[in-house]
């Protein structure tokens, strides 16, 4: 294996195959819950502690790639398994192995199978790390598709009663879209690996996207040749974050999964479909994202307000959360075709507040559902004089959800307005986005009141119990990064500053698309 980095070994590769390992581990203590448990938490928190070099040794200065990582995989089709990371990706995985183990640690009284369980998660994190992380297209395909199947079985296994038709609409609306995007990387690896071999390069780097955002305007594509390519690599992912009108697997996903696995689908698994739209759609295709950046920023604005409108109409909680998703995710898609630095920033950093709070959000509806078995909202209210722990945490996380200025949650959403402002999408599509905002308001605090506020009825809620320590403990930690990204959130900038830069110039310089040609 070929690697650039400071550790004198592949750190990268580390992080990413150690759940993977942990996995396999747990296979062998079936039977055995306890040790299970015990071993799973303890295994994801070693991954969490071996991805902070990352962190510590990660060069704010550079926007180039870095911790470079490379080995000729299959050299007679070009395919490499080739990982670096830049300040795009860098908060991504941090994200990823921050959240991993607080799921790990809400599934601790699964009673079914828990080895399996935890097996699950920990090779969901694998291929969720992979995806941040891969520079080969190939490779990111892989670990793509991978994640599909430990969330197919979380879902089909220890889901809900409509888990079933859940888990297959899930399946068949990511699957299908992902075939778009496999014929587009066939596609780039053919013609780059004739352009390398015509030219003298290195075929073994057909696959490279580094290499294809080199040699892509050498190809003599046409206008509609790039824009069907674009559209190859947007399907998949549109429907992975998802945009409207492709969103419709999410909330009954999100609904049936158990609580650690919408965790993990709102924390990370839909920033894949976000990253996958800056990482492929805006630096290999500039000239079609920057054409259609206007008409994707309405479908995102569409998809903020139907969300919100949706939410509030909603009276089971986990389903109003799961569309609180919908809208709050269309604000990153905003700023992503922003196309600035700004809102490309805002947008990364966006990705990480909504994993935090509406993450945060899911563990507390498990929690409250363990002891109630409902999510009906009208079968709460008062809560506050008997679980006063639990209501000051759904407070904090439905004001970072809000956008309450110190908390995460207002510095993603001002920055991607901001941005969004100040490019060419203008005043009238931000002043709609900002709409959402308000929304988002009405149908969280409407949330928050129906379970808090009002009367309470002593006979159904009276001898409820308040959170433990464990899910205190679990709660915590996101509520303190929350507190910290809106309270210090130039040093998550910073990092990632060079990097959007970086992109923003290279979509600012790249030739506008030749309409005849």
């Given at each position: 294996?070929?690697f650039?980095?400071?550790?004198?070994?592949?750190?990268?590769?580390?992080?990413?195959?150690?759940p993977?390992?942990?996995?396999?581990?747990?296979?062998?203590?079936?039977?055995?819950?306890?040790?299970a448990?015990?071993?799973?938490?303890?295994?994801?928190?070693l991954?969490?502690a071996?991805?902070?070099?990352?962190?510590?040794?990660f060069?704010r200065?550079s926007?180039?790639?870095q911790?470079?990582?490379?080995?000729?995989?299959i050299?007679?089709w070009?395919?490499?398994?080739r990982?670096?990371?830049?300040?795009?990706?860098?908060?991504?995985v941090?994200?990823t192995?921050?959240?991993t183990?607080?799921?790990?640690?809400?599934?601790?009284?699964v009673?079914?199978?828990?080895?399996?369980?935890?097996?699950?998660i920990?090779?969901q994190?694998?291929?969720?790390?992979?995806?941040?992380?891969?520079?080969?297209?190939?490779?990111f395909?892989?670990?793509?598709?991978?994640?599909l199947?430990?969330m197919?079985?979380?879902?089909?296994?220890?889901?809900?009663?409509?888990r079933?038709?859940?888990?297959?609409?899930?399946?068949?609306?990511t699957?299908?879209?992902?075939?778009?995007?496999?014929?587009g990387?066939?596609?780039?690896?053919?013609?780059?690996?004739r352009?390398?071999?015509t030219?003298?390069?290195n075929?073994?780097e057909?696959?490279?996207?580094?290499?294809?955002?080199?040699?892509?305007?050498?190809?003599?594509?046409?206008?509609?040749?790039?824009k069907?390519l674009f559209?190859a690599?947007?399907?998949a992912f549109?429907?992975?974050?998802p945009l409207?009108?492709v969103?419709t697997?999410?909330?009954?996903?999100?609904?049936e999964?158990?609580?650690?696995g919408?965790?993990?689908?709102?924390a990370?698994?839909?920033k894949?479909?976000?990253?996958g739209m800056i990482?492929?759609?805006?630096q290999?295709?500039?000239?079609?994202?920057?054409?259609?950046?206007?008409?994707?920023?309405?479908?995102a604005?569409?998809?903020?307000?139907?969300?919100?409108?949706?939410?509030?109409?909603?009276?089971?909680?986990?389903?109003?959360?799961a569309?609180?998703?919908?809208?709050?995710?269309?604000?990153?898609?905003?700023?992503?075709f922003?196309?600035?630095?700004v809102?490309?920033?805002?947008?990364?950093?966006?990705m990480?507040?909504?994993?935090?709070s509406?993450?945060?959000?899911?563990?507390l509806?498990?929690?409250?559902?363990?002891?109630?078995?409902?999510?009906?909202l009208?079968?709460?209210?008062?809560?506050?004089?008997?679980?006063?722990?639990f209501v000051?945490?759904?407070l904090?996380?439905?004001?970072?959800s809000?956008?309450?200025?110190?908390?995460n949650?207002?510095?993603?959403?001002?920055?991607?307005?901001?941005g969004?402002?100040?490019?060419?999408?203008?005043?009238?599509?931000t002043?709609?986005?900002?709409?959402?905002?308000?929304?988002?308001?009405?149908?969280?605090?409407?949330?928050f009141q129906?379970?808090a506020?009002?009367p309470l009825n002593e006979?159904?809620?009276?001898?409820?119990?308040?959170?433990?320590?464990?899910?205190?403990?679990?709660?915590?930690?996101?509520?303190?990064?929350?507190?910290?990204?809106?309270?210090?959130?130039?040093?998550?900038f910073?990092?990632?500053e060079p990097s959007?830069?970086a992109l923003?110039?290279?979509?600012?310089n790249a030739?506008?698309?030749?309409?005849?040609?």
């Amino acid at each position: 294996m070929n690697f650039t980095n400071d550790f004198g070994f592949p750190i990268l590769s580390v992080v990413v195959l150690l759940p993977s390992v942990g996995a396999l581990i747990l296979a062998a203590l079936r039977g055995k819950r306890d040790l299970a448990r015990l071993f799973a938490l303890g295994w994801s928190v070693l991954v969490f502690a071996a991805s902070i070099p990352l962190l510590v040794s990660f060069n704010r200065a550079s926007a180039d790639m870095q911790f470079h990582e490379f080995v000729n995989w299959i050299p007679a089709w070009g395919v490499q398994y080739r990982l670096a990371l830049d300040g795009i990706s860098l908060w991504l995985v941090m994200l990823t192995t921050f959240m991993t183990p607080l799921a790990i640690w809400s599934a601790w009284n699964v009673e079914e199978n828990l080895p399996a369980f935890m097996m699950l998660i920990l090779l969901q994190e694998t291929g969720m790390l992979g995806v941040f992380v891969a520079q080969d297209l190939f490779l990111f395909y892989v670990f793509w598709e991978f994640t599909l199947i430990p969330m197919y079985f979380l879902i089909g296994m220890w889901g809900g009663k409509r888990r079933r038709y859940a888990t297959i609409k899930f399946f068949l609306y990511t699957f299908a879209a992902s075939v778009f995007m496999l014929v587009g990387i066939i596609v780039l690896g053919l013609l780059n690996y004739r352009y390398l071999s015509t030219n003298g390069g290195n075929t073994n780097e057909a696959f490279n996207l580094q290499s294809l955002m080199l040699n892509l305007p050498n190809f003599g594509l046409s206008a509609l040749s790039l824009k069907l390519l674009f559209l190859a690599f947007f399907v998949a992912f549109a429907v992975k974050v998802p945009l409207w009108p492709v969103h419709t697997w999410l909330p009954d996903a999100h609904v049936e999964a158990p609580t650690a696995g919408s965790v993990i689908l709102a924390a990370v698994l839909l920033k894949m479909g976000a990253y996958g739209m800056i990482r492929f759609n805006v630096q290999l295709f500039p000239q079609v994202a920057s054409e259609w950046a206007r008409p994707i920023a309405v479908l995102a604005v569409i998809g903020i307000i139907y969300g919100a409108v949706l939410a509030f109409a909603q009276t089971d909680i986990k389903k109003l959360v799961a569309y609180s998703s919908v809208s709050h995710m269309g604000f990153i898609v905003l700023g992503i075709f922003a196309l600035n630095p700004v809102g490309l920033g805002g947008s990364v950093l966006q990705m990480v507040n909504h994993g935090l709070s509406t993450g945060a959000l899911f563990l507390l509806v498990g929690m409250i559902y363990e002891r109630k078995h409902t999510r009906e909202l009208a079968a709460y209210g008062g809560l506050w004089r008997v679980v006063p722990i639990f209501v000051f945490f759904l407070l904090f996380a439905t004001m970072s959800s809000v956008g309450l200025p110190g908390l995460n949650g207002f510095v993603g959403e001002f920055t991607v307005m901001l941005g969004a402002f100040n490019s060419k999408l203008g005043w009238t599509i931000t002043a709609v986005a900002a709409v959402g905002v308000i929304l988002a308001a009405v149908y969280l605090l409407k949330m928050f009141q129906g379970v808090a506020s009002g009367p309470l009825n002593e006979r159904l809620n009276g001898d409820l119990l308040d959170l433990t320590r464990r899910e205190v403990a679990i709660l915590l930690p996101i509520f303190a990064v929350s507190l910290l990204i809106g309270l210090y959130s130039p040093y998550f900038f910073r990092a990632m500053e060079p990097s959007v830069q970086a992109l923003s110039a290279f979509v600012s310089n790249a030739a506008p698309l030749l309409a005849g040609r």
